[in-house]
């Protein structure tokens, strides 16, 4: 059995290729749902884009996402909410199954931090609180989640993401004792174009 694995190692080192850094870019397309204090607000589809470079060292590149979203919620009687949400995250991705030596396809383990630029408005003005502040924040968050990455052609492939945003938003100061962190649970796929 020792020499058995004696050879499949020797046979991988002298097959093995260094992974080469390649930058991408491309638009995305994802369904993103919004949890504000522990419930659901809302729901929706929402392009984004996305550029990074794989194999900064090998099997781990960096990422930068973003995307715009918008969340009108409807209250009986009185008028409309409407959230709005800038996420742009900046993420490290690791390949998860870097013994398999293909450049075709790959699963990434994505983690990193957000910056969340976020408003809550009604009837079209930004809401003013009591306290004379306004609901305008920029909140650090944090950001873990999965991808497949399959490469159709040499400079084109295609992704598919689940990724999970932990917003530090909770603000007791301002919203008071019962305000919690707001998270966004995003899925969807993006197409890459890659740049040797």
């Not at 502040?133 to 990455?149: A, P, Q, Y």
Request: hydrophobic share 40%.
């Amino acid at each position: 059995m020792n020499v058995l694995l004696m050879a499949v190692s020797l046979w991988a080192s002298l097959n093995y290729k260094p992974l080469s850094p390649q930058v991408y870019a491309g638009p995305d397309y994802g369904f993103y749902k919004l949890y504000q204090d522990s419930l659901e607000t809302g729901s929706r589809w929402q392009f984004g884009g996305e550029i990074g470079v794989e194999n900064i060292i090998p099997n781990i590149g960096i990422r930068v996402h973003g995307t715009y979203l918008r969340y009108e919620v409807p209250m009986a009687g009185m008028g409309t909410y409407v959230y709005d949400y800038i996420p742009i995250s900046f993420c490290t991705e690791f390949n998860m199954l870097p013994f398999i030596r293909t450049r075709r396809a790959a699963i990434y383990l994505v983690t990193g931090l957000g910056w969340y630029l976020w408003k809550a408005s009604f009837d079209g003005e930004t809401i003013t609180l009591p306290s004379g502040g306004k609901m305008e924040e920029k909140d650090l968050g944090f950001i873990g989640g999965i991808s497949l990455r399959i490469k159709l052609l040499k400079n084109v492939g295609v992704e598919a993401v689940s990724r999970y945003h932990y917003m530090a938003s909770a603000d007791l100061d301002k919203y008071g004792y019962f305000d919690k962190d707001d998270k966004l649970w995003e899925n969807g796929f993006s197409l890459k174009f890659l740049f040797p």
